[in-house]
């Protein structure tokens, strides 16, 4: 069985380009998570959405940065314009949302180097 | 905001030795859950533990969730190399009674263990 797909798995970009990253959940799961990963930080919850609606931000770190769900196999984390500080491991995640003990099923992660 | 504490922030042991690792919070959670990551991948559920007081084991590790649902423990016996890896707790907590519930992660505990 397919797990959670991300894609790229590395990209190193400079400052102020633009970077999106993409995500497909395990078919038939309809929670996804989008989070970030740094040595400082630990792992930091971005956004999730349940049914393709997003249900909450308030781990986006600003403006910059924008995430959506245009279906329940796709979803994509976009940085507008990205700085070296975005520099991280994004991982997408997604879940049966069956109250609050669902397993999280990750994807392997996209390495994020902005110049 | 809930926050998980996660102690020891690194351990190096020798095969064959046993290790306990902590993840405290003064927020009590719903559901507690362990996480092993290796290097390039993403988080990997080991347990889910629920009720205050729960013991699970899973072969070599034994997994506790404090009376007050607040901290959980992680023991390893015997300890292996292919147990090194970073060990996430992660807490979850009904969001306003909803079905689905936002994850937590402590900051991890990167464990390696030597031949």
């Known amino acids: 069985d397919a797990g959670v797909i991300q894609s790229p798995r590395h990209e190193v970009t400079e400052m102020g380009q633009e970077v999106t990253l993409r995500c497909k959940p395990i078919?038939?799961?309809?929670?996804l998570f989008w989070y970030r990963q740094t040595m400082m930080r630990g792992l930091e919850l971005l956004i999730y959405?349940?049914?393709?609606?997003?249900?909450?931000d308030s781990g986006m770190p600003e403006d910059r940065f924008s995430a959506k769900m245009p279906n329940a196999s796709f979803s994509t984390l976009k940085i507008q314009p990205s700085e070296p500080r975005d520099s991280a491991v994004y991982f997408c995640?997604?879940?049966?949302?069956?109250?609050?003990?669902?397993?999280?099923?990750f994807g392997e992660g996209s390495r994020l180097t902005v110049l | 905001t809930q926050l998980l504490e996660q102690s020891p922030q690194f351990l190096s042991i020798q095969e064959g030795e046993n290790l306990t690792v902590y993840c405290n919070s003064s927020?009590?959670?719903?559901?507690l859950q362990w996480y092993r990551q290796e290097p390039g991948e993403g988080p990997v559920l080991l347990v889910t533990?629920?009720?205050?007081?729960e013991v699970k084991k899973l072969k070599r590790l034994t997994f506790q969730f404090g009376d007050a649902r607040k901290d959980s423990s992680l023991h390893i016996t015997a300890a292996q190399p292919g147990d090194t890896g970073l060990y996430l707790c992660?807490?979850?907590?009904?969001?306003?009674?909803?079905?689905?519930?936002?994850?937590?992660f402590g900051q991890g505990t990167i464990l390696t263990v030597h031949p």
């Open positions: 995640a997604s879940s049966l949302a069956h109250g609050s003990t669902g397993e999280l099923f």
């Open positions: 078919s038939g799961h309809n929670s």
């Open positions: 959405f349940n049914n393709n609606v997003p249900i909450d």
């Open positions: 927020s009590v959670f719903s559901s």
């Open positions: 533990v629920v009720t205050g007081g």
């Open positions: 992660a807490g979850s907590t009904n969001a306003g009674g909803t079905s689905y519930g936002k994850l937590t």
